[in-house]
């Protein structure tokens, strides 16, 4: 408990130097389908993601937006295969949580696998998705595992000059905005 009142407090004083503290528009995103799984976004994860991002994380699934999950059609009684959970802070997200289940791949069935390659793999599908619904200047990635940093520079990803912090740019934010949005993040500590 005492990591998610540093994280927030943390949070908060990032939100205060972009002078937004907006936690998004309040609208979820748009479903997706790929075979028999389906991406959508929830504005409570717990009792879809929590199992899959324990495992992973050791913590309970972030409780404030914004959560998206994948879903199989019809199976694992309705709980994700795949999550991610983006925060806002000003015109930015910071990108985080990302966990897949690779023993829940292994149980699709042979056409919906064969999407999910050809579309880079659960995350990567997950991801896109995800970012196709955020708004703002960019999204940031702290990524300090080899397979999650592969996953995002096939998403679009780009390293900053500093360690561990990924930027995936909106179309028109200029090289200056880029570099002052970075050393915001970069101060901001891992996320």
């Known amino acids: 408990m005492a990591e998610r009142n540093e994280f927030e407090t943390r949070l908060q ?6 002078g937004d ?3 998004g528009p309040g609208i979820l995103a748009a479903p997706a389908t790929l075979g028999t799984l389906r ?8 009792a879809t993601a929590d199992d899959l ?4 994380f050791h913590a309970d699934v972030p409780a404030f937006p914004r959560h998206f999950v994948l879903l ?7 709980k994700a295969i795949g999550y ?3 925060t806002r802070a ?7 949580g990302l966990v897949v289940s690779a023993m829940d791949f292994r149980r699709l069935d042979r056409p919906t696998a064969e999407l999910v390659r050809e579309a880079g793999g659960l995350a990567e599908w997950l991801m896109r998705n995800a970012h196709a619904a955020l708004e703002g200047e960019a999204v940031f990635g702290y990524v300090g595992d080899a397979l999650a940093l592969r996953v995002d520079l096939r998403v679009g990803y780009e390293p900053t000059d500093h360690s561990r912090v990924y930027g995936l740019w909106r179309p028109g934010v200029s090289p200056e905005r880029r570099r002052w949005l ?4 970069a101060a901001f500590g891992p996320f």
């Open 13 to 18: 004083a990032l939100r205060e130097v972009f």
């Open 84 to 86: 991610v959970h983006y």
């Open 182 to 185: 970075a050393e915001r993040v």
């Open 90 to 96: 000003g015109p930015i997200y910071l990108g985080g």
């Open 21 to 23: 503290l907006s936690d």
């Open 53 to 56: 991002f324990r495992k992973s």
């Open 39 to 46: 991406f959508a976004e929830v504005a409570d994860a717990r």
């Open 72 to 78: 199989p059609e019809g199976g694992a009684g309705g």
